[in-house]
């Protein structure tokens, strides 16, 4: 693709009628990297999972960075089924932003990186990275709460960026 | 209850922002010892340096750090750079007076498919009142393996408007990194 204007917003999720989880698919092959931003908090305190092409097998890790207000720690999940980025949310509000590395490419396997902060009192503001291990080009992404469900009104937006 | 029905390739005319713009972009087809980005335009406010690395590196398995430069300035002790990094047991905060970049990419020794990752954003770049501050969000993940994750910054100690870019491991780039260079503009 040529230079010039990019950061394309490709589509846009409120949620509602308690939804456990959020779909965005067909993605366009057309970007370079993939950004999701996410606002809005899950009932009960838990995570985000994220996983790729409906795939639910063992293909996903995961190491976070994190601080709930008291100490800083570091943890790791291995052969999972989805991407935990380790950041939980809670009720109050949250917000993530992600980036999904050269998501086209099948050559790699597929990174993620996570910003995420969250303001309830059992949550953290923290950093991620995600792997799937494969090298399919990635053309939708799933997104379940740990928890029961999304609150309603909690946003997610998918946007591309495409390198020149 | 799931919601589903969002189908991106459905939805036409998708809004581009004119704010965020490509600059320049490469993916290495053989081992490569650095990339240069140069003439870099004075028309933006903010550049974003997004990568998937690997190193050429064959003494270890990961993660390996990388160098960025501005401008060819390649005196270490003009830069510092401070690291947040958790590695999936313990965390670290990390100072040294240098400009790497710590612990988010790959070695030739670590699976072939994986690549680290990192999001670089260079702040007021082409200001000539400031030192330049650099923010970094990286990481490598090889499941079983191992992990980091970093959050960091990087200053330079000049006021000179950056003209040129670089980025290096220590042993070359391997083959399938890519890099992309973007410009933000300012209101």
């Known amino acids: 693709m040529a230079a010039g204007s990019t950061y394309t917003p490709i589509a846009t999720t409120t949620t509602s009628g308690n939804a456990t989880s959020v779909t965005f698919s067909s993605i366009p092959a057309t970007y370079t990297d993939l950004i999701i931003l996410f606002n809005g908090s899950v009932s009960g305190t838990s995570g985000d999972l994220a996983q790729f092409n409906g795939d639910t097998g063992s293909n996903y890790s995961s190491t976070f960075l994190r601080g709930d207000g008291s100490a800083a720690t570091s943890g790791r999940v291995t052969s999972s089924t989805f991407i935990n980025p380790g950041l939980t949310f809670g009720t109050s509000q949250s917000t993530y932003i992600m980036h999904i590395m050269n998501y086209a490419n099948t050559t790699t396997y597929k990174n993620a990186l996570y910003l995420s902060s969250s303001v309830a009192s059992s949550s953290y503001v923290g950093a991620a990275v995600g792997l799937w291990r494969s090298t399919a080009a990635i053309n939708a992404v799933n997104f379940s709460t740990s928890g029961t469900n999304y609150v309603n009104g909690s946003t997610f937006t998918l946007y591309g960026i495409a390198a020149a | 209850m799931p919601i589903l029905g969002i189908i991106a390739s459905s939805i036409t005319g998708g809004l581009v922002t004119n704010s965020y713009e490509s600059i320049a972009s490469t993916t290495l087809t053989s081992t490569t010892a650095s990339v240069i980005f140069t003439s870099i335009p004075a028309?933006?406010?903010?550049?974003?340096?997004?990568?998937?690395?690997?190193?050429?590196?064959?003494?270890?398995?990961?993660?390996?750090?990388?160098?960025?430069?501005?401008?060819?300035?390649?005196?270490?002790t003009n830069y510092n750079r401070h690291f947040m990094r958790g590695n999936g047991t313990n965390t670290a905060a990390l100072y040294s007076n240098d400009n790497v970049i710590v612990a988010c990419i790959s070695t030739s020794l670590d699976n072939a498919d994986t690549y680290g990752a990192a999001v670089i954003d260079v702040l007021d770049y082409a200001n000539t009142n400031k030192f330049k501050t650099t923010r970094v969000l990286g990481g490598v993940d090889m499941n079983s393996s191992l992990g980091h994750i970093v959050f960091g910054s990087v200053l330079w100690r000049d006021t000179a408007a950056i003209t040129t870019l670089y980025v290096a491991p220590g042993n070359q780039w391997a083959a399938d990194t890519s890099v992309a260079l973007y410009g933000i503009k300012g209101a």
């Open chain 2, 43 to 76: 028309t933006y406010t903010h550049l974003q340096v997004r990568l998937i690395g690997k190193s050429g590196y064959t003494g270890g398995t990961g993660p390996d750090n990388f160098d960025i430069r501005f401008n060819s300035d390649s005196t270490q």
